[in-house]
C-alpha cells in the first residue's frame, strides 16, 4: 500500500480516500429521518397556485399521457425561450449538509410558469452522492424521498395533469 501511495503521489495522483461503510450508512438514515420529518409536517412540496398544461408535446404523449415531467429550465438548458414551453422545472441545490465524501445535500425542484416567473410549486428532496471507491456520485447515491413526490407535486400543481380521465 505504501508503494501505491508513493507511486500515486510521484505521479501527481491523488487518492482518494472512501468513507467507511458506517459513514455511508449514518447518512443515509441521517436523510431517510429528515425526509420522515418533512413528510409528517407536510413540508416535502408546497403548492402555491395550481394552472393548466398546454396540450403539446412538451408536456403529453401523442396518446394524451402525461409525461410526468417538466423540461428543464435556467440558464443551462435554455427551455426558456423555446416555443411552446410555457413551464419549467428548475432544481438547485438548496443546503449542503456534508461537503465531503460522501456529498449530502438538500434539493430544490421549482415548477415555474415562463409568462410571470411565478414558482408554482416546489419539492424537496435530500442526495447522498458517492461514497464508492469510484465515487462516481449518480451510480452511488441514495436519494429521499424518491421519484414519485416529484410526481405529486406536478399532479397537484396541474390540473390535467391526467388527458385520459
Known sequence: MLAISLAAMSSGCALIEAPSRARI?????????????????????????????????????????????????????????????????????????????????????????????KVLSENYSYIRAGGGLLDVGYLNRHKCPGDQSHLRVLEATFKNHNQND
Open 25 to 117: 450508512e449514518y447518512w443515509d438514515k441521517h436523510i431517510d429521518a429528515l425526509c420522515a420529518k418533512e413528510f409528517e409536517k407536510d413540508k416535502a412540496f408546497k403548492v402555491y397556485e395550481q394552472d393548466v398544461l398546454p396540450v403539446n408535446e412538451h408536456y403529453f404523449y401523442s396518446d394524451g399521457r402525461f409525461k410526468f415531467g417538466l423540461p428543464e429550465g435556467g440558464k443551462k438548458y435554455g427551455y426558456n425561450n423555446h416555443p411552446g414551453v410555457e413551464f419549467v422545472s428548475e432544481l438547485r441545490e438548496a443546503r449542503v449538509l456534508n461537503g465531503s465524501n460522501p456529498r449530502v445535500s438538500q434539493y430544490v425542484t421549482q415548477n415555474i410558469r415562463l409568462s410571470d416567473g
